[in-house]
């Protein structure tokens, strides 16, 4: 078969494993904030559904990078090559989903989450710092929105893109842009501060309305600088706590909240492109990611692997960024994945605003290996905080997980490991301080139990109603 049909063959057995994939997770019955099933259905749309778009030529603008270029279509442009990383990497991501895990640090064996007490893990019955300490916690998540919307503000106003994608600032207001990073994580402290934990109508209305108005201030927060995906994973966390405590008001909130974020991606693409692309094109190299994937294929056929380049850099970049805080940092001698791609795509380094996805990456480092490798990392991952999510007792536990599941979600396929990790120590740094001061100052029991997994003990223990967990 020539390249094009080779693709094609893959990209149709890939997206009946996904189907497979997803039915089977479907089928467990308890996944976690749904953790498996995002993952596996943005894997299909950001990998597969991309690869139709392309190689069908469904879209009108074919974006960054032609896989189907050449004498011999597709032939010397990594096509083939991403088609076989697609296939493999969806088989090693389910399978990542579906291998024993061991429990958290230490923590004795409890149940599979399938085989705990009903209503045992249920919103009701967690125990919320932010609620039992309403007036410290709220204090302090209103400061830090303040010092949150002073960066944000201040970020605006040295920065000319008009309304396009701020992709990095100066050296002296990047402290600002960390502050204007956290005031979403503020605004989620201060709705759970906030909240009601009664389950009758009074309570229900009242959380539909801080949780409408933290959503809004969540848009805000989070779309300053162009960004789309940042609104989804920064309202994921939120979404997940508050949604069970409304009942059926969720249903209204859910429904003006999509038909509000599809007209935001419209609008924000267009300011990006000049004009609003056809859906298609905006699977195709937007959102989707295989035609990054066919570029890093040539690019390795070229000029040979990175040999775990980017990956060095990514576990540079904090430590780097602390360095340079403290006055003492200097230039990493490792390149980015962003850097690469600008360099080779741009012809310019410090073009750092196409990002080729978790696939392109791994081809990059490690060949189609590194992609087996890599989604079977991230799919045990996503398994292992979809369970320790079921099995948390605590509300700020649960906030923190979400917050890593919805970072796997929207950017652990579509992103770079060097942003993942930002992500995951020093952008929720407030969420890391509100899970801390649990363990220090909160509920005694909880203490010494970091993801709060149940062992034997725990589960001849009733429901935690004695243990003041309903907080009005």
Same mark, same amino acid.
């Given at each position: ?105 230490? %923590? ?6 399938? /085989? ?110 162009? =960004? ?42 267009? %300011? ?25 294929? /040539? ?111 929207? /950017?652990?396929?579509?992103? %770079? ?15 890391? =301080? ?39």
């Amino acid at each position: 078969m020539n390249p094009v049909a080779t693709a094609t063959v893959l990209l149709v057995a890939t997206a009946l494993v996904g189907l497979l994939s997803i039915a089977h997770v479907r089928s467990r019955g308890t996944d976690g904030l749904n953790l498996r099933t995002w993952m596996l259905v943005n894997f299909q749309l950001a990998n597969v559904l991309s690869g139709f778009a392309h190689v069908l030529r469904w879209s009108n603008d074919r974006g960054y990078f032609e896989a189907l270029s050449g004498p011999t279509t597709g032939a010397e442009s990594g096509l083939v090559t991403a088609a076989w990383a697609t296939f493999l990497g969806s088989c090693a991501l389910w399978a990542g989903m579906v291998v024993p895990r061991p429990t958290l640090w230490g %923590q004795s064996r409890g149940k599979h989450p399938e /085989q705990l007490p009903r209503g045992s893990y249920t919103p009701e019955n967690l125990y919320s710092f932010a609620a039992a300490h309403r007036v410290s916690v709220g204090g302090t998540a209103l400061m830090l929105a303040a010092a949150g919307t002073f960066g944000m503000l201040r970020v605006m106003a040295v920065t000319s893109e008009g309304g396009g994608r701020i992709i990095a600032v100066d050296g002296g207001n990047a402290r600002y842009a960390f502050l204007a990073g956290w005031l979403p994580w503020a605004v989620s402290i201060l709705v759970l501060a906030l909240a009601s934990r009664r389950r009758v109508a009074g309570p229900a209305i009242w959380n539909t309305l801080i949780l409408t108005a933290g959503l809004a201030a969540l848009a805000v927060s989070s779309t300053w600088n162009g =960004g789309r995906a940042e609104l989804m994973y920064v309202s994921f966390p939120l979404l997940a706590l508050m949604l069970p405590r409304i009942r059926v008001l969720k249903w209204p909130i859910l429904v003006i909240g999509a038909v509000f974020f599809a007209v935001f991606v419209v609008v924000t693409t267009g %300011q990006r492109v000049g004009a609003t692309t056809d859906p298609w094109s905006f699977i195709d190299w937007q959102w989707g990611r295989f035609s990054m994937a066919a570029w890093a294929g /040539q690019h390795v056929d070229l000029h040979g692997s990175l040999g775990g380049e980017t990956v060095w850099s990514a576990l540079l970049n904090v430590p780097m960024a602390l360095l340079h805080f403290a006055g003492a940092g200097g230039d990493s001698p490792f390149r980015s994945m962003v850097e690469v791609s600008g360099f080779d795509l741009l012809g310019d380094g410090e073009q750092i605003y196409i990002v080729p996805g978790f696939t392109a990456e791994m081809i990059l480092n490690f060949g189609v290996v590194g992609v087996l490798v890599g989604y079977l990392i991230l799919g045990w991952l996503s398994a292992l905080i979809a369970d320790a999510y079921t099995r948390s007792r605590s509300e700020s536990t649960r906030l923190l997980l979400a917050s890593f599941g919805a970072v796997l979600v929207f /950017q652990g396929i579509v992103g %770079q490991l060097e942003s993942f990790e930002t992500f995951m120590t020093l952008s929720i740094l407030p969420l890391w =301080g509100l899970w801390l001061a649990e363990r220090i100052v909160g509920n005694p029991r909880d203490r010494g139990r970091p993801l709060d997994l149940p062992g034997p003990a725990d589960e001849a223990r009733a429901p935690f109603k004695k243990r003041g967990a309903r907080l009005s």
